[in-house]
């Protein structure tokens, strides 16, 4: 089984720093993109930031310029620098990963458990 280990949340003022990590775990045969979800209180899961294997990647227009994605293939893990944070950053974070398991089998969606980001005022 896979499973999806982050680390680094906690609670910053604002225009403070995070970093975000994940590292997957379980026998894997190949991870193709991997990234962060936030979800807010009383509002819908929405993506932060994705990474491919290959190190392309995407941002929600409210976070570019002030986070940035990056990924480890060696260690199966991917990072979330977060910097000059806002209260409105202020969420639980999810780690994702697209995975496959066997060769010529379909990928599979994994997450981890959350972690909180709190950015006071």
């Known amino acids: 089984q896979v499973q999806l280990v982050e680390s680094g949340g906690g609670l910053v003022q604002a225009g403070g720093s995070l970093r975000l990590s994940c590292a997957a775990s379980?026998?894997?045969?190949?991870?193709?993109?991997m990234g962060w979800y936030r979800q807010a209180p009383g509002k819908q899961r929405e993506l932060v930031a994705t990474?491919?294997?290959?190190?392309?990647?995407n941002y929600v227009d409210s976070v570019k310029g002030r986070f940035t994605i990056s990924r480890d293939n060696a260690k199966s893990t991917v990072y979330l620098q977060m910097n000059s944070l806002k209260p409105e950053d202020t969420a639980v974070y999810y780690c994702?990963?697209?995975?496959?398991?066997?060769?010529?089998?379909?990928?599979?969606?994994?997450w981890g458990q959350g972690t909180q980001v709190t950015v006071s005022s």
């Open positions: 990474i491919t294997r290959d190190s392309s990647t």
């Open positions: 379980g026998t894997i045969f190949s991870i193709n993109v």
């Open positions: 994702y990963a697209e995975v496959r398991l066997r060769l010529f089998t379909s990928p599979l969606d994994y």
